[in-house]
Every structure is written in C-alpha cells, then in structure tokens.
C-alpha cells in the first residue's frame, strides 16, 4: 500500500472537502471572526462537524465548559473509528507514527481507509490524510480570501439575496458528502441498509418529539447510533474481511510486499 | 470576542478533538477478538453518519424545498455510486437553482 496510491484515493476527498471547508470560512468570518481564525481552526482540528458547532459555540459566547462538553460529544466518534483504523493497522506501527496519524482521523479518511481489504500502512494513511488535509486547508484559506471579496461585490438588495442564496447552498454541502459514503455501502450489504434506514428513523424521532429536542447537541447523535449499531451488530454480526484471515489476504495483495520504508508497515 | 477567546476557543477545540482522535490509535494495540465488538465498530460509522445527515439535511438550507432538492440529487447520484465530489457539487448547485427560482416566485 503506497503513499502514491493513497494521494489517489485522498484526491476525491480532497476536492470534496474544498467546498465544504469554504463554508466554513465564510460562515465564520460571517458570525464576525477575522479571516485567520476559520485557517487557524481548520490547520489545528481537522474536523468538519466539530469545527462548525465549535465556532458558532465561541461566537455566541458560549462557556468553556459547555464548549468542551460540546467537542466532547461530537468528537467521541473518533474514539471509535480510531479503534477501528489501530486494528487495520496492527500492532506494530511505531508511536510517532500513530501520534501523527491521529490528526487525520476524519469521517472520510476513516471510511476510505476501512475499505481497503488488507491491512492499512503508514505510508498509504499519510498519502490520503495529507491529500485532504490540503484540501481542506486550502479550500478554507480560499473561502477566508474570497468572503471580503464576495461580501464587495455582492452589495445592495439583490447582492444581499444572493450571498444569502451561496451561503445556503454551501450549506448543504457535507451533508451530501455523507450522503455519498453511505449509500453505495447500502446498495451491497442489506445489513448496512437496515442499519442505515433504522438509524434514520431514530434520529428523526428526537429530531420532531419536543421532548427529546431538548437535548444538547451531539448527545442525540451518540444515543441514536450507539442504539441502533448495537441492536444491528447483535443480530447480524459481522467480522469484517481483514480478521477472518491475515496472512490470506496479505498474499492477495503484491502491493504490501513493495512497501520498505518502515519496518512496522509489513505484517 | 477578544483575541484571548478566540485563541482560547481553538485550543479547546484542538485539544479535545486530538484526544478523542488519538486515544484508540495510540493505546488499542491487540487484535479485538470479540465478535460483538467487531461487528459493533464495523457498523457504527454508518449509523453515525446517517444520523447526522438524516433529518438534519432537510432544513440546513435557507427553504425547505431547496433542501428536498438537494437532498434528492444526493441520494440519486450517490445511489449510482458518483464520487464525493460529484454528488457534492451537484447538490450544492441544486439548492442554488432552487433558491433562485424561489426568489423569481
């Protein structure tokens, strides 16, 4: 598993991101924040979801304790899925190697990374994460540059309308990114599909039952998956491909072999 | 906001964030052998990113019908297996017309 290939397969999540990233910026510097705060954010976390809430937490003067709680319970996901990824990756992976590649712990990294069939190398993880950690640094910056810049042409009534109309539109861009990474999985394993159409409906129901909005953000998000994987994970349990047999599917694959710039990387 | 909370706000952000990125990676070394356990975290990304798509997307436009639009353009073209980028752009492009019809009305 080469850097070479995972720049290739970090490309698609690069470019979405850029757009995302972009709204971002602009709804920052739109809640009043300078152009280098959403830059500063964005190199520093690297997460979209928790970056989002947190500014919009600190611009409305939210405490500290309530911003860590917040961040807490939106970021508790990457608990999970860093699990998941230290299991693919094995056990023999050098500590600074882990400790850099915990930055690029990202819903979409994560999801490109648990598809590969054998196991994950450093260097493969570093090409993905660094191809869309550019993306999206650099579709932040973008959007920090070109929020003056949209905000001065875009003036008077009409200017006005159509900013609002950008904004919005950009707003659904993580979303469909979603969107994107779970339905194809969806298509192929009616178990994920159950999953998936289960999870939905729960989220839903604290979403519209007034007693249930009442809970702070993410906490209903943790609730709702945690439920809904259990009960899917108790009736159809799933050994994903990479456990049932190692040394098979490392022979599958040539590419692991061709790796030899670390010593941990080959199983 | 001073410049101290701004710096304070991020350092939070970064801190909590980092922690919850590294904990598995840095301490999770043994193989899981569990199969609940397995299946559990084969499962969870799933479902936790199909909670928070899923009403949420709906209403993060400035209309309702401009977020159904959206929304639809996502499911179908990701439903045809279209890339990240694809089904990004063309929902974002989607709610755009949408809204500029809106506005015409």
């Known amino acids: ?10 490309l698609p999540i690069s470019l979405g991101y850029i757009p995302v990233a972009f709204a971002y910026a602009i709804r920052a510097i739109d809640e009043g924040f300078p152009p280098w705060f959403p830059v500063l954010v964005s190199a520093t976390n690297f997460t979209g979801t928790g970056q989002f809430l947190g500014t919009d937490l600190i611009a409305a003067g939210a405490s500290l304790a309530v911003l860590l709680a917040t961040m807490l319970i939106i970021n508790i996901r990457y608990l999970l899925m860093s699990i998941s990824l230290a299991q693919k990756l094995g056990g023999k992976t050098p500590l600074w190697q882990r400790i850099v590649l915990s930055f690029g712990v990202t819903d ?29 640094l650099g579709g932040t910056a973008l959007g920090a540059a070109c929020s003056s810049l949209l905000s001065a042409v875009l003036t008077g009534e009409t200017g006005a309308l159509y900013y609002e109309i950008i904004m919005s539109a950009f707003n659904i861009s993580l979303y469909a990114m979603f969107v994107a990474i779970i339905i194809p999985p969806s298509r192929e394993d009616f ?10 409906a729960l989220s839903c129901v604290f979403y519209f039952v007034p007693l249930l909005q009442n809970l702070p953000d993410g906490l209903d998000i943790i609730i709702c998956s945690v ?28 590419a692991a072999h061709s790796q030899n710039d670390g010593k941990g990387e080959i199983q | 906001m001073t410049l101290s909370d701004m710096l304070i706000g991020c350092a939070v952000m970064f801190a909590v964030t980092y922690i919850c990125k590294a904990l598995g990676l840095l301490f999770v070394k043994k193989q899981i052998k569990n199969t609940f356990v397995q299946s559990f975290l084969y499962y969870l990304p799933y479902s936790v990113l199909a909670v928070m798509v899923f009403p949420a997307i709906l209403f993060s436009t400035t209309y309702i019908w401009s977020g159904i639009a959206g929304t639809l353009i996502a ?26 019809i809106i506005a015409l009305l």
């Open chain 1, 1 to 10: 598993m080469r850097f070479s290939r995972g720049l290739k397969d970090g």
């Open chain 1, 108 to 136: 979409e990294n994560f999801a490109v990374a648990v598809r590969q069939p054998q196991k994950l190398t450093f260097s493969y993880l570093i090409g993905v994460m660094s191809c869309s950690f550019c993306g999206w």
């Open chain 1, 191 to 200: 178990h994920v599909l159950l999953l998936v159409v289960s999870s939905v």
């Open chain 1, 227 to 254: 439920v809904c994987t259990v009960i899917v994970a108790l009736i159809f349990p799933h050994v994903p491909e990479e456990f049932r047999d190692t040394p098979q599917t490392e022979n599958d694959s040539p």
């Open chain 2, 75 to 100: 499911l179908i073209l990701a439903y045809f297996r279209r890339g990240l980028l694809v089904v990004s752009l063309a929902s974002i492009a989607t709610v755009f017309l949408v809204e500029q």
